[in-house]
């Protein structure tokens, strides 16, 4: 089992930058891959990157794309997502979340998720 803890998120203006750590405790951390998801209020919560077990795969919505990094240091047990140009429409909550199957960008195949951390993004 791998616990997970969100930091980094706040209140940015439109155009900023932003950067959201995912602290792993537990279990082997680079087992897993891993992942940022959403939600804001009143929809789904929804893909934004996801990072393979050793860093080299990545993947991300279209609506972030160019925008965002997802990236991992397994000797830290920790995930990190660059926000750069952040827009209103990226305000939510950001989750991270862990995954046994190594690359996966489908919330149901994530087995681990944090709290979460909110983002508000003023424009």
């Known amino acids: 089992q791998v616990q997970l803890v969100e930091s980094g998120g706040g209140l940015v203006q439109a155009g900023g930058s932003l950067r959201l750590s995912c602290a792993a405790s537990g279990r082997s951390f680079s087992s897993y891959g891993m992942g940022w998801f959403r939600q804001a209020p009143g929809k789904e919560r929804e893909f934004v990157a996801a990072?393979?077990?050793?860093?080299?795969?990545?993947s991300y919505a279209n609506s972030v794309k160019g925008r965002f990094t997802i990236s991992r240091d397994n000797a830290k047990n920790t995930v990190y997502l660059q926000m750069n140009s952040v827009k209103p429409e990226d305000t939510a909550v950001y989750y991270c979340?862990?995954?046994?199957?190594?690359?996966?960008?489908?919330?149901?195949?994530?087995?681990?998720w944090g709290q979460g951390t909110q983002v508000t993004v003023s424009s």
């Open positions: 979340a862990a995954a046994l199957t190594n690359f996966v960008v489908v919330r149901a195949l994530y087995d681990y």
């Open positions: 990072i393979s077990r050793n860093g080299i795969s990545t």
